[in-house]
């Protein structure tokens, strides 16, 4: 399989498949051909797609290796399991499929062995990763036969750290499922159709090396690892002393220092300087006195000045690096690149082919179009960092185009809420937008539930959000909304990422680009559409309701004031008390409703979604309690419907819906998930379903609590009281983010006599009760949820599998 762009490797991709990414000074591909010869392989088909004139140039028919060539080209994209099937001629016996753009050293000989053994029809090798959340992960039961299939889980999803790594071992019958021409994938569409139909299906656990060079990390380490002898494959050139290669030619000058492992390519010179350690230098270098070079990959024909310093770093083919460079950690230079005296090039920063850099610059962005290189972007539910340091203007704009350019140039809102480091970014994003012949229609002193009413009120393609911590003025949030105001999905997020990290904006000539729409005071349309969702605004006034309110965005509280004010509520708060915390907000509000100066008091989030009420008692009702009490009001409210729950949420949630005989539908426990379920088959122009408004929109949610309590003669107390009893805990177990398949998977294992379930994290049934061990998103944590028929039970469910948890973690250590 060779048809490979390698896009993330860029530049170093830029005029080479990714087959032909040199892995110590040769093809990663011309490994994989040595590695077949070596287990008696010689018929090899080569699928190809992107420049294929150079793997053709380079191997030939294979005669230098001892092996026969064939080549099938793709003229249009075909996927992995329709790339194989356009060569059926070549098909007539059980075959191997392996990738021509990873390194492995796998003994073929058993894995066939274990094929043939098991009589099965295909045949995975699978492979153990730590972090398994960029690859497919396998489920096998105890015989090793496939049970299920997850391609690129969430970390929600992750219930094995065992690994697809895309070489298959495959009987020719089960090519049938598709005809020549079709475009399929063998994990995506093929793979699940033999394992719907029973097809008989293994998965062979190699501890062979094993390593896809998807990024420049994983590039770099890769040959770092063959340096150590971590993987059982020849390195050509003669090793000269324990872990310094030199090949024919290669020359090391007076002054010079080798650390090793170290790697010198063909009639290199090394003019004295330090080299090493982890360093790969290949043929037709010079490099010059007083330079030091380490953890670094230098290819053919580069030449290093005096004085240099590259460190971490990829040099491509060609480049001239002139005298006192530095050139630091993790960045890459494409070829025939040319940097002259005194350059500086930062961290993490990919420069394009054929550029030049004058004199003393500081490269500190791409030299492309984007500026941020990193792979994964998004958090659990946004992208966030510091102004000018993690989000420049630069990278906030590349959010704008890649936006845009999912949503085909459509019409996007973006918002912000007054602060100057999020007008800055929004602006930037705004520029992104346009630049991409996108509609930038821009909202201001806003929040984050007025950009999803606004997306949905101007039939929007998409929202955009900025808004600023209030504990940290420098650091901001962004949030992308769809076309029914939900947060994106994470299909939607990597297109996303995958546009960045390429730096392949779609970019609009002058007579595409449109103007930036500004929209004043839609907060107060906002307002009004909140008042006409009350039924008993006449009953509201006449009662003189007051309410307590506390947010720590000063936004916030101006947005609710005017609401409530509107609704016929007298509302006090505490100006003082912004952005002074939680508890400063909860002692406040306590001791107002304590007092009887109001019905009840709310805690708004910065981003006017979350709350917390405080009833009559001084009680706080939030998280899981607020949830069940938002659900009660929409049972009251509405005479049928659905009700949308994370699946984490307690069992106590079917127990309410069972006695009003309302449907529970469980979902994945991201926002994204929850909304678009939610919003699922709902096309009511700018409406909102009652339970998505109860639960991201805080401000109407308070007029319809209001209205519901009015109209009732009730008291926020009431209802909470109205909720049963439940048990329900949760807890944290620090757990580095290498562990946490491996965790999981040994729970699944310890557990497999029990009743579980793997919809999201791992489910463990207990007479006691029931446990969720869930894999957390952004930090290097497992969440676990417990729920318990008693306290008691739900303590001793908690304990036991958080203490099992830091048992695991311990047993690998």
């Not at 009660?632 to 049928?640: P, S």
Request: charged share 25%; with cysteine.
């Amino acid at each position: 399989m060779a048809g490979g762009k390698g896009t993330r490797l860029r530049p170093l991709t830029c005029s080479l498949p990714k087959p032909m990414v040199p892995i110590l000074n040769k093809p990663v591909m011309e490994y994989t051909v040595e590695l077949l010869k070596k287990h008696n392989i010689k018929d090899i088909a080569v699928t190809m797609a992107y420049l294929p004139e150079i793997i053709t140039d380079y191997f030939g028919d294979g005669t230098k290796w001892g092996v026969g060539l064939k080549y099938y080209l793709e003229d249009i994209p075909l996927g992995t399991g329709g790339s194989v099937r356009n060569a059926e001629e070549f098909i007539n016996e059980a075959f191997l499929v392996i990738s021509g753009d990873a390194l492995t050293d796998l003994n073929i000989k058993e894995a066939l062995e274990y094929h043939r053994a098991k009589a099965s029809k295909v045949t995975l090798i699978l492979k153990n990763e730590p972090v398994p959340i960029e690859y497919g992960v396998v489920i096998t039961n105890e015989e090793g036969r496939i049970v299920r299939f997850l391609e690129k889980p969430s970390w929600g999803e992750v219930f094995s750290n065992t690994v697809n790594t895309g070489i298959y071992i495959i009987e020719p019958e089960v090519m049938e499922y598709y005809q020549r021409g079709d475009n399929f994938d063998f994990s995506k569409d093929l793979f699940p159709k033999l394992l719907q139909d029973g097809v008989a299906m293994y998965g062979y656990v190699t501890k062979d090396y094993w390593c896809d060079i998807g990024d420049l990390s994983s590039y770099k380490e890769t040959q770092f690892d063959m340096l150590e002898g971590k993987v059982k494959l020849n390195i050509q050139g003669n090793e000269v002393k324990q872990g310094v290669w030199l090949d024919e030619g290669a020359k090391l000058g007076e002054n010079t220092i080798v650390n090793p492992p170290v790697y010198i390519g063909k009639n290199t010179v090394i003019n004295g300087g330090k080299i090493g350690p982890y360093t790969i230098v290949a043929d037709n270098c010079n490099v010059y006195r007083d330079t030091v070079i380490k953890k670094s990959v230098l290819w053919r024909n580069v030449i290093v000045g005096n004085g240099s310093h590259i460190t971490g770093s990829v040099i491509c083919n060609g480049v001239f690096i002139k005298n006192r460079v530095n050139i630091f950690e993790n960045s890459s230079v494409g070829e025939d690149s040319t940097l002259y005296d005194g350059v500086m090039v930062r961290p993490d920063i990919k420069i394009w082919p054929n550029k030049k850099i004058d004199v003393n610059t500081v490269v500190n962005k791409n030299l492309i179009w984007g500026s941020k290189a990193s792979k994964t972007v998004f958090g659990y539910r946004d992208i966030s960092g510091h102004v000018n340091i993690d989000i420049t203007p630069e990278f906030a704009m590349g959010l704008g185009s890649s936006f845009a350019s999912i949503n085909k140039e459509g019409t996007i809102i973006v918002s912000d809420d007054n602060t100057k480091a999020s007008l800055l970014i929004k602006n930037s994003i705004a520029t992104g937008i346009i630049s991409s012949g996108g509609q930038a229609v821009e909202l201001t002193d806003s929040v984050l539930a007025i950009n999803r009413f606004a997306v949905k009120y101007h039939q929007a393609a998409g929202g955009i959000h900025v808004r600023a911590d209030s504990g940290d003025e420098n650091k901001v949030y962004i949030e992308f909304t769809d076309k029914n105001g939900a947060s994106i999905g994470r299909n939607k997020e990597r297109e996303m990422e995958n546009i960045l990290n390429r730096g392949e904006f779609e970019r609009c000539n002058a007579n595409r680009i449109k103007e930036k729409i500004s929209v004043t005071n839609f907060s107060s349309l906002f307002i009004k559409h909140g008042l006409s969702l009350v039924k008993n605004k006449d009953s509201i006034k006449r009662s003189s309701y007051k309410i307590a309110i506390a947010s720590d965005s000063p936004q916030q509280l101006i947005l609710t004031k005017s609401f409530l004010n509107e609704l016929g509520c007298s509302v006090i708060y505490d100006s003082s008390l912004q952005i002074k915390g939680l508890n400063h907000h909860l002692n406040y509000l306590s001791k107002e409703v304590k007092l009887g100066n109001v019905e009840f008091g709310v805690i708004i989030n910065e981003n006017g979604e979350e709350m917390i009420l405080v009833d009559e008692k001084g009680r706080e009702i939030k998280e899981e309690k607020l949830k069940l009490l938002t659900t009660l009001i929409q049972i009251k409210v509405e005479d049928n419907g659905k009700i949308v729950l994370p699946y984490i949420a307690p069992n106590i949630f079917e127990k309410i819906a069972q006695s009003y005989n309302v449907d529970i539908i469980r979902t994945k426990s991201n926002p994204s998930s929850i909304m678009h379920e939610m919003l699922n088959d709902w096309d009511k122009d700018y409406e909102f379903p009652l339970q998505y408004i109860l639960n991201y929109n805080a401000i109407w949610s308070l007029g319809l609590i209001i209205d519901l309590l009015v109209s009732t003669n009730s008291k926020l107390s009431y209802l909470v009281e109205e909720i049963p009893e439940y048990y329900y805990l949760k807890d944290a177990v620090p757990c580095d983010w290498t562990d946490k398949g491996r965790v999981i998977k040994d729970l699944i294992e310890e557990n497999k006599n029990r009743s579980i379930e793997m919809y999201e994290g791992v489910k463990i049934m207990d007479d006691r009760g029931w446990t969720i061990v869930l894999p957390d998103h952004e930090r290097p944590l497992v969440n676990i949820y417990t729920e318990g028929l008693s306290q008691e039970y739900a303590n001793e469910l908690s304990v036991f599998f958080s203490n099992k948890v830091k048992d695991l973690l311990k047993s690998e250590k």
